[in-house]
């Protein structure tokens, strides 16, 4: 599994909240009134024992409003919190950590911030099979 999945899934999963809103990954246009921004904040990864990961990203959908109205704001925030719980493939199923709402300085915007924790160990060639030793005990 990719980042891009995860921008997938988030979108799936606003396109079910927000159905009048598109979605944006990448520039966003000018006039996105109205409209979301999917886009990563942060990715890290710690190498654990053995050939097993652990990954954090940290994605954040921005939604722009041109009349800065604090009341849809907060709405927004509120389907967010209460619609946001998992992101799910076509064989996997992540739940959201620690989603945030906050709003810019300037009002342009508000932003959800939220967590998904990735745990996974490499796989590599199968090694050969060792011979089976037999032994007689005398």
């Known amino acids: 599994m990719d980042t891009q ?20 990954q990448g520039p966003i246009p000018q006039g996105a009134d109205g409209q979301m921004h999917i886009g990563l904040r942060s990715l890290t990864q710690t190498h654990q024992l053995g050939k097993r990961f652990y990954r954090k990203v940290t994605l954040e959908v921005r939604y722009f409003l041109a009349t800065r109205d604090d009341a849809k704001y907060m709405a927004w925030g509120e389907t967010m919190l209460d619609g946001l719980r998992t992101l799910e493939g076509d064989d996997w199923q992540l739940p959201v ?3 945030t709402i906050s709003v810019d300085e300037s009002g342009l915007y508000c932003s959800c911030n939220f967590n998904v924790e990735l745990y996974f160990r490499e796989t590599g060639e199968t090694a050969e099979v060792m011979e089976k030793l037999y032994y007689t005990i005398l």
């Open 5 to 24: 999945q995860l921008f997938i899934a988030v979108a799936q999963v606003l396109g079910t909240l927000f159905p009048d809103s598109l979605v944006f």
């Open 97 to 99: 950590i620690n989603p």
